[in-house]
């Protein structure tokens, strides 16, 4: 099992950081590795709503679907897999500080092994670097 936490602290109101997050078509924007994430047509955002991505990760491109599992509008939502070659669990917080900052943080959980042969601890890795610039790129596109 892999793991990864890491968080950032973005220069923007929590409902604005929070909205620009849980839109599937954004990720594109920010987060490295996705190519495209489209949320499912005619089903609201929210607790049961689905979403389908192409990721790449250590070169290696794949297609998967996320389903929403926990929806807290602002503070947190959390997602994980229903289709794909990789089981990802993945929550993230959402944390007001003062009026005009928002501290965002994940933690995921993933089963690579049926995809990637590597030691648990170098994708870890890997995927540690990934979220950690990922959350980086968030912070600059939103503070632009």
């Known amino acids: 099992m892999v793991e990864v ?28 590795g996705v190519e495209s994430r489209d949320h499912t047509p005619d089903e609201p955002s929210g607790v049961g709503s689905t979403s389908m991505s192409t990721i790449r990760f250590l070169g290696v491109p794949m297609e998967v679907v996320w389903e929403v599992i926990e929806y807290e509008p602002p503070t947190k939502i959390k997602v994980k897999t229903i289709e794909g070659a990789v089981t990802v669990e993945a929550g993230y917080t959402f944390e007001a500080v003062g009026e005009s900052q928002t501290k965002v943080s994940v933690h995921g959980e993933a ?29 600059d596109v939103l503070e632009s």
């Open 5 to 32: 936490e890491t968080s950032v602290l973005v220069n923007q109101p929590i409902k604005k950081v929070f909205d620009f997050v849980t839109t599937p078509e954004n990720d594109a924007q920010w987060y490295i």
């Open 111 to 139: 089963d690579v092994g049926r995809v990637f042969s590597l030691a648990d601890p170098l994708v870890e890795r890997m995927a540690q670097r990934q979220w950690e610039a990922s959350f980086e790129n968030l912070k």
